[in-house]
């Protein structure tokens, strides 16, 4: 088990990790998510003891790994890390970088154990290669051969996957989901895309401004985000602003969007009877209303503002009582005219504001 | 709750708990500071404090005061020494700089053909000693100099020796500071800056006065206070001039204060704080201009400035040609004719050209190959010493967060500044004081003395060159291999010193032939009756044996730049066979394809 205690870290006057704490069981791959700047790099790196905390303990089992002003040094650590850059030595070979921890093997373990990495990054052909001969997708193959050779603890990423193209990252994110199964380590994975977490994510952590602001698998985050900065994470792109309105239903609530009323299901805790809310849909939630819809709960009525060709369809900009909204929609309209749309509450959520 | 196994949990307390916060990089860091104290730090303070307390350091202990500081008032000799090192060092700073711009604009706007021929002669006078070009002026322009005896200009000794030719000989000789600090700025073209001004409708000479020459100021200003810190420091002109023209400096003074008898260690320490306080001064105006002057207007769109017209293009030629033949051709010209020469006065005829200098200097009692074999050995131990400090201080700033990081490089950059003579006075103070003395670590009189100034000398330079190359090597890339268990010492051989390799052979290289012709440290605290190869030249000189002195420069020159190209040749081999790009095959590979 890592067990994170109320770690804090500083730089200057500010305050990048506010007494964070975390546990990440064995075997468990946990997802950092959040955006640039919010402390989940630095939290990596002070698990990996490149850091040392200013506040709180890192502990992996029962050793103390770090505690304030101080760190054991990386390399008694028994963690290893794959870095945002791969940080490949441009001077050694492929076999080279990947055996470099394995010094105090015999050559011949070393050689196998080199051999068998390559062989499960599916790059054992390029063992003579020079970091510079490789490509971006076979480097960062090499920087997870490297990691794994010294069998750690656990497994540290650091947004390996940003350096690659749209197509690799695809393919990537099933195989790591393929080789964190496989090799079964505890795993420490950052990332600003959480649809990326997903794919092989126990657990996902979403941070904002050093905090933890919400955890839990990825299935429960989606369907249930606890604040409308994390909904915009996870995918609910629109958002609009109302009143709360008093309505029939204890599990429902009203929003009231200019003259117009939505009906939503009351998910979120904090959400009082009355105030401002925030009403946050995914676009794949919102459809055009055809002519017997119209007028039913859940439509809104606007102008069309933008129709925007992305490809292979149109991206319709809808303005509802000032406030804008979008959907796709395989058919063209021209700005100007006034629509009806249907929004699934099903699929909405709401948060005071 | 299990028993925490980290291993400063039971010792966290007293200097048990300091040590553990302490990371291998940190303990680094701490041999560098003390390193840096013993070398350049504790001389440094001693020649401050001996300022306000004369003698405390060389036994000849004063009152705590400021009488020793007022002495330069009283004494006239101290006045004509201020005066003249203010008056040199300002104008050379002038004139250098102007020069320097000049001919760097000169060579960024054109294709000339001479141009590579401009920057290589620019590094080589920086490299060169001072006391090497300067007894080639005098060669060149005493009255009984080739000038006047070969070439009937009677008029040239009157032009130099005076305050203002001097000021231009040291301006021949320190201009590169200016030329190549311009010549960097002026590599990008700042077409669109220009392109904009015009288009607000300036001309071209408010565009020139307005936007470049103001875009280019941090340069130049970079360029004169290099050259008025040069100037003020160097002891090679008035050391080659003693003999020819009185013209005393502050440097000078403090060696001849030392070398006279009564030996006044005391006047000396006053006279380096002197040289010290301004070297200070020059460089905090210096900061204090360039506040707020951060230009950054390198964009994406920069190009590299290729300069216009034909190669070879004549007024740019000319120009070039010129710097060329007055900056090297005469002072080493001249040198090297001498040295060929039986007298100079005899003229440059076949019956009058002779090697029997060299021979001179080769057969008569192994002085010079004694000096040369002395001074080459020190130099070597130097230039492993500094390559050694430099590149733990460099790894350590750039790669730890050592709380004494900011000393460090504060340390480095402002000994940059410190002339030999002022650092081998703050030696005679620390390595000759009683208290050591007492401990029997006195190694004033002994040639330990001159590897330590030799390496103090050399660190700053090493340091600039290293952090250059350290801040290209990722961060990650050390972390990387800590995390693969590697500790400090095994990052430091497999990681970042092959990364550096190249780097670190230029600044060892660099320090050897700095070290070589040290004059200044050399004539300061040689061993007496211990042949050093500076000394053995300039007394030479002193003592009228122009033939014997340049002789013994070029071969000690020549054999110093040999052995700087067969290093840097076998350790450029020896990086690209660490580099290699072919594929070759290897166990792991072997072992891959079964």
Known sequence: MLRIESLTRRFGDQTILKALSLDVPEGDVACLVGPSGCGKSTLLRLVAGLDRPDGGQIRLGETTLSAPGWALEPHKRRLNMVFQDYALWPHMRVSQIVGYG??????????????HLLKLVQIPHLADRLPSQISGGQQQRVAIARALATDPDILLLDEPLSNLDVQLRLEMRKEFSELFKAVGKTVLYVTHDPLEACAFADTLVVMREGEIEQMGSPESLFAEPRSAWIATLAGYETRMEGELTEIS????????????????????IGLGRTGRAVVMVPSAAISLADDAGRGRPGTLKGQITHCLFEGRGWRVVIDIEGQPLSLNSTRRFAPGGWTTVHVDASAAAVFPQ | MADIVHPVSAARTGLGQRRALLKAEDWLGLIVVAALVILVLAPMATVIVQAFVPGLFSGQANQIGFSGLGEVFSRPLWQRSLSNSLFLATSAAVIGGAMGTGLAIVRANSRMVLGPALDVAAWAIIVLPSFIIAQGWILFASRGGIANNWLGLSFVPDLVFNPWGLAVVMSLKAFPFAYLTVTAALQWRMDDFVHAARLCGASRLRVFTTIQVPMVLPAVLSGTA?????VLGDFGLPAALATTYRFPTLTYAIYVAINQSPIRFD???????????IMLLAVMSYFWVLRNRRYDFLGGKARLQGGGGSRLALWPNVIALLALVITIVVPIGSSALVSITTRIADGLAPANLTLEHYAFVLDTGGAFLSALRTSMGIAIMAAIGSGIIAAAAAYVVTFSDFRLNRLIDLTCTLSLAVPGVVLGIGYIFVWNSPFLDSLGLSLYGKPAILILAGIAGAVPIAVRVLLGAMAQVPASMLSAAALQGAALPRRLMTIAIPLVAAALVSATLTAFGSAVFDLAINSILRPPRLDVLPVYVNRAFEQGQFGAATAATLLAGTLTILIIMLARLAAGLAISRLWSVQPRRAKGARHAQD
């Open chain 1, 249 to 268: 239903g204890r599990d429902r609530v009203g929003v009231r969007i200019g003259d117009q009323l939505m009906e939503l299901p009351r998910r979120h």
């Open chain 2, 226 to 230: 290099l050259i008025f810190i040069d």
């Open chain 2, 267 to 277: 006047l000396a320490g006053v006279l380096a704080f002197y040289v010290t306080a």
């Open chain 1, 102 to 115: 394995l010094r105090h093997m015999t050559r011949a373990d070393r050689d196998a154990r080199v051999a």
